[in-house]
């Protein structure tokens, strides 16, 4: 059997994507699979930052090796190039704590709106406009997330082919609350504490109304893109009966 993970933070980043796959919660990783004649692609978020990446993947492996992963979810745009609500297949990873860079091999895939010299800087926070601009002047990024270099990192150790495919959430200039703050040791959102504040910050409304559109349409795309990695010519789905995407 041929098992593909990918891998994401937060389950919102995922719910296009794995709409009508089977779900299952273990050791505070959600999981979610869909079986097709010869494989199995398995999703799994465990929260944000590299060390809930490498829970989930060691979750997925606990059923079997996998072939190759994915790691998946919002990042941030480190320049006005990349859209909000836009997906971008990424060329390679620059993990922040240690300087490492990770190439990604590029794999054609069938009318995707890939950018493949996209580089993505994994950070160990959530940047906000100062952190972002530092982040472009320092690595010559194009987005920033918390998760991905681990998953290359961990990929590479393993001998298996990596990709990554970012949606972007929020803009290079976006004026956003500090979110770290409400981010669990384990990278949990605490989101009935985040709402409380927000309720008391009416000024961030706008941008946070904005943001999650953009992370809507974000994830749209990224699972759109994911399905044109995995699949390009629509083969496996079609023979398998996969699930209506847009329903």
């Known amino acids: 059997m041929i098992r593909t993970a990918v891998i994401a933070a937060m389950p919102g980043e995922l719910k296009p994507l794995v709409r009508g796959w089977r779900h299952a919660r273990r050791n505070r990783v959600d999981l979610w699979r869909w079986s097709y004649s010869t494989g199995e692609w398995v999703a799994a978020c465990a929260g944000a930052g590299q060390n809930a990446a490498t829970r989930a993947l060691t979750e997925v492996e606990k059923d079997g090796p996998v072939a190759s992963v994915l790691s998946v979810g919002w990042a941030g745009a480190l320049s006005e190039a990349y859209r909000p609500g836009q997906a971008y297949r990424v060329a390679g ?6 300087g490492e860079r990770f190439r990604v091999p590029q794999i054609p895939s069938g009318g995707s709106k890939a950018q493949l010299e996209t580089w993505l800087a994994t950070g160990a926070k959530v940047a906000d406009a100062a952190e972002k601009q530092r982040l ?9 997330d918390m998760e991905a270099a681990a998953i290359a990192r961990l990929a590479g150790m393993r001998g ?23 981010l669990t040791r384990e990278g949990q959102f605490q989101a009935v504490r985040f709402t409380l504040f927000a309720f008391f910050h009416p000024r961030y409304w706008p941008a946070l109304k904005q943001m ?10 990224i699972a759109e893109s994911v399905l044109d990695l ?7 789905r079609k023979q398998n009966g996969y699930p209506d995407l847009r329903r």
Request: contains cysteine.
């Open 212 to 221: 999650g559109e953009n992370s809507k349409k974000a994830s749209q795309s």
């Open 160 to 182: 298996i082919s990596f990709q990554c495919i970012k949606g972007v959430s929020d803009g290079v200039d976006d004026r956003l609350p500090d979110f770290n703050p409400f």
């Open 136 to 144: 472009a002047a320092t690595y010559k990024a194009g987005l920033v």
């Open 93 to 98: 990873v620059i993990d922040t704590l240690t």
């Open 230 to 236: 995995l699949d390009p010519q629509e083969t496996i």
